[in-house]
């Protein structure tokens, strides 16, 4: 197979990147469980991709998105929002 069919995909933007990283996160089982997660934009993911990701999470439906102390965030979910 040509060397140059591998070439073509680029690595993913930072907004990718930091879907994804969030998207762990949430899926872990322990944060499942008291459905809430506190997050932090880590230093290659770009302030407009962070802030994008973080309005496009906030605007679902039961999930709501704090600003805590610094840079940091909690983003919350069903029960953790009633309380």
């Known amino acids: 197979m040509p060397r140059s069919a591998f070439t073509t ?4 933007s930072s907004y990718e990147s930091a879907g994804r990283r969030l998207q ?3 899926a872990s089982p ?6 809430a997660v506190t997050v932090c934009r880590l230093e290659n993911e770009r ?7 973080l309005d496009e999470i906030g ?3 039961g999930v709501r998105v ?5 840079e940091t965030f909690r983003i919350g979910w069903r029960e953790y ?3």
Not at 9 to 12: A, E, K, L, V, W
Not at 30 to 35: I, L
Not at 47 to 53: G, I, P
């Open 30 to 35: 322990s944060v499942q469980k008291v459905q």
């Open 24 to 26: 762990a996160l949430i």
């Open 81 to 83: 929002c009633d309380s």
């Open 59 to 61: 605007e679902t439906a």
């Open 9 to 12: 995909s680029q690595p993913p």
């Open 66 to 70: 704090e600003p805590l102390e610094g």
């Open 47 to 53: 302030l407009e991709d962070w802030n994008r990701l």
